[in-house]
């Protein structure tokens, strides 16, 4: 009998080591997990502050007459309650973006089973499993971070949520909340965008189209892209049907609904963007910037909408013309044939409206010719459209070639994949056939202020061509020299002095020490002399000499002196050349000087806000109306004005003519670097600077006759077109008697070349021609 003992075998004992390994290694992970789990839990934020929502508030901005001109916001939200939307509406965004969302508790754990089978089916991620409820926690309660450890937070704040608030109050956040495309956040908003009614007005047609915009607001825009836009309205309407939310009936009918893009008419902030600018810098400073973007404040400000209007369209008009005078700069860039797609494409994404609009500009690529007829085939973003010959004639002959490239020609010459600004002449009707017109957008800048000179009220300012593509606010920041817009300040201080409208001053060559060692030679712009000439004369064509000369005789230091009482802060060097306008200033600051004598004599601080309040209608800041100060005295006021009339009736000013009394002077500087044209009628001062940012000429018609009057003219026609026409008044201490403008002296009735003058009373001619004392007092 064999006793041998059996060893047992070793597999059993090696399975039960391994078993206890990984349990203990299952228990360490889920252990490390659950830890994980409750530490991201601690750092959660709290769900019940949602309870108390209080999104961002738009602050409001509204001009002289009530309307609303600005808004001020971080995101643009109007909050409605969900008993005011449609319920229909509640019910699309259900069906498109969580058919379960009655059903779940925050996680809808099919959706993901589902999502996750189609994702590895596709091989790529092709749909989300995300509830409504995870999205209003992803937005209000969490960062936009990708993270697996987002997940988890979102997962757990979704549960929290739906134990905290109920199906509407998560759905009064959730359609609030959520950005649908252009701008537009929460279903109130996009339903002003895009169909420019309020949400309790909308059709099913439009409700299923605003439910298909949270899976991509840009790609399914009805703006932009309206085809793509009603194929997910189709998918939103099949999935209503599928929840038994409508009858398929219904679906049919909303999908054969005509749909009208009709934006409601939003706030111009473009045409305001100086001023507006100039308000927010005032604002933040002094109520701070969550007050300001978010708090809901109400601006009340001096702004007159259709004043502002009209400075913007006046400075874009009148600087076009004065950049087309320097002619055409040639194509902005070049582009290879493979390049013009993508160009293009980026183009059609910042087009924000469905046609191109009439008088607009936009960037286009050349992408074709038809030499028989003269004419190029532009691409605006998707577009097509003719640029015929007539409407590139101010650029001269420009030739085509047919090739992609620079030309040898350079500037004088468009070829294929040329880039060109154009503005549209007739829009596009279904994507093509509009016709361009050839453009530019200038090189050369303005400025423009407007005030109400009764009150000190800023009524419109733009500081520039293009606010995007430049902040610097050339009305209140630029320092630039005045030129002959300074001579009235001079004449001004004269009449002061003692001088008349009569007093004749040689216009001769004359010359002065510069302080150097050298000579001063004083010119004429058109280098001519006139001998003697009155006041009046040297003021209407702007004669340097003659206001040279008026400088010597009442002194630097007074007419400095005299400037600083008008209201100029800017430093300025009392000498001779100060008379031809040698003191940097802004066009703010020297618009305001003129407003004095439009005001008879008295100075009035300018400002720009009349009240502001919060939310709750609490007055925060308001206005008094400013208390004036004598500067000058009524007669003196009027007088200059009287002499600026001139300069607009028939001298360098007579572009500035409208249907109405206006007083006036032109500025021009050495080589035509700046131009001025600063003028008023009783109601209204406004000035008007052209220029280069960079100093340089302004080239042919660069004067303040040619390039700025214009430009004052176009805007004060529209501005004052509901305002009744006034004169100037005279106060009762001037008089007007009739003289002789070759000698100054009083004329007798029927004297040939005999014209009335106005003096302050007791500045008269004392005797008639010929006769011993003849000539006006000094």
């Known amino acids: 009998m064999n006793n041998k003992t059996q060893t047992p075998p070793r597999t059993s004992g090696f399975l039960s080591g391994l078993l206890l390994v990984v349990v203990t290694l299952g228990v360490v992970a889920l252990l490390g997990i659950s830890g994980y789990v409750f530490f991201l839990m601690a750092k959660l934020p709290r769900v019940d502050r949602l309870t108390d929502y209080k999104p961002p508030i738009v602050s409001q901005v509204f001009g002289d007459d009530g309307s609303l001109v600005g808004e001020f916001y971080l995101e643009r939200r109007i909050v409605v309650p969900v008993n005011k939307m449609p319920r229909k509406l509640i019910q699309a965004f259900v069906a498109a973006e969580d058919a379960s969302f009655y059903q779940h508790k925050g996680i809808d754990y099919l959706g993901i089973l589902r999502a996750a ?94 439910a298909g915009l949270p899976k991509a607001p840009n790609t399914y825009s009805p703006i932009k892209h309206l085809d793509k836009a009603r194929e997910r309205q189709a998918y939103v309407l099949e999935r209503m049907v599928k929840e038994a939310y409508i ?13 009208i893009i009709q934006p409601m008419k939003k706030v111009n902030s473009q045409q305001s963007a100086y001023f507006l600018e100039y308000l927010r810098i005032q604002l933040e400073e002094k109520y701070g910037e969550d007050n300001l973007y978010k708090g809901g404040l109400k601006i009340y400000t001096t702004m007159n909408a259709e004043m502002q209007r009209a400075a913007y369209e006046s400075i874009r008009n009148g600087l076009k013309a004065v950049d087309k005078r320097q002619g055409f700069r040639g194509p902005i860039k070049y582009l290879k044939d ?12 910042g087009i924000d409206s469905s046609t191109l609009k009439t008088g607009e500009s936009y960037q286009g690529v050349v992408v074709g010719f038809n030499p028989e007829k003269g004419e190029a085939i532009v691409r605006v973003g998707d577009r097509k459209g003719l ?28 070829t294929l994949g040329s880039v060109i600004d154009v503005s549209i002449v007739t829009p596009d ?146 000498n001779l050349a100060l008379a031809l306008g040698a003191a940097s200033v802004s066009p703010f600051e020297l618009t305001g000087v003129y407003a004095v004598f439009a005001n008879k004599g008295v100075l009035l601080p300018s400002y720009f806000i009349t009240r502001v309040t919060d939310t709750d209608g609490t007055v925060l800041q308001e206005t008094a109306p400013p208390v004036g100060v004598p500067a000058v005295s009524p007669e003196a006021s009027y007088v200059i004005t009287n002499l600026m009339q001139s300069v607009v009736m028939s001298g360098t000013g007579h572009r500035a003519t409208i249907n109405r009394p206006v007083a006036g002077k032109t500025g021009t500087t050495n080589e035509a670097k700046d131009a001025w044209f600063v003028g008023y009628v009783p109601q209204l001062v406004a000035g008007v600077w052209v220029g280069y940012d960079q100093e340089r000429s302004l080239g042919s018609g660069g004067t303040g006759g040619v390039a700025s009057a214009p430009i004052w003219a176009e805007f004060m026609q529209k501005a004052t077109a509901s305002l009744p026409v006034e004169d100037f008044q005279a106060p009762e201490n001037v008089s007007f008697v009739l003289i002789n403008p070759r000698t100054g002296g009083l004329a007798r009735e029927g004297t040939p070349g005999a014209v009335m003058e106005c003096f302050i009373k007791g500045t008269e001619p004392s005797s008639y021609d010929g006769e011993v004392g003849a000539g006006a007092k000094p």
């Open 117 to 210: 089978f189609k994702n590895v089916i596709s091989m790529r991620k092709k749909e989300g499993a995300s509830t409504i409820t995870q999205q209003v926690t992803k937005s209000m309660l969490l960062t936009s971070e990708k993270k697996f450890s987002r997940k988890i937070k979102e997962a757990i704040l979704a549960k929290r949520m739906e134990e905290k608030l109920s199906k509407d109050e998560i759905l009064y956040l959730y359609l609030n909340q959520i950005y649908l495309g252009a701008g537009a956040y929460g279903v109130q908003v996009a339903s002003e965008t895009y169909f420019g009614k309020n949400v309790d007005k909308l059709n099913l047609a439009e409700i299923a189209m605003l």
């Open 247 to 259: 009858t398929p009936a219904e679906a049919e009918h909303a999908k054969k609904t005509v749909i």
């Open 338 to 349: 493979s390049e013009v797609e993508a160009f293009c494409g980026k183009a059609e994404d």
């Open 387 to 414: 640029l015929a010959r007539k409407h590139m004639s101010w650029a001269g002959k420009l030739g085509m070639i047919n090739s992609y490239g620079k030309s040898e020609k350079g500037n004088r010459s468009l």
């Open 429 to 574: 009707v279904n994507r093509d056939g509009a016709q361009f017109a050839l453009d530019q957008t200038p090189a050369v800048q303005a400025a423009l202020v407007a005030i109400d000179p009764r009150s000190g009220g800023v009524k419109a300012m733009v500081g520039g061509y293009d606010f995007r593509k430049s902040q610097f606010n050339r009305a209140i920041q630029a320092k630039r020299n005045a030129g002959s817009a300074f001579k009235p300040i001079i004449y001004a201080a004269a009449l002061e002095k003692g001088l008349t409208t009569a007093t004749v001053i040689n216009d001769a060559e004359v010359e002065y020490p510069d302080g150097s060692g050298g000579t001063w030679k004083p010119k004429n712009y058109d280098n001519n002399f006139r001998g003697p000439v009155t006041m009046r004369e040297a003021l209407t064509y702007s004669i340097n000499i003659v206001s040279v000369k008026i400088m010597e005789q009442i002194g630097a230091p007074y007419a400095v002196e005299f400037a600083k009482r008008l209201g100029f802060t800017a430093k300025i060097e009392p």
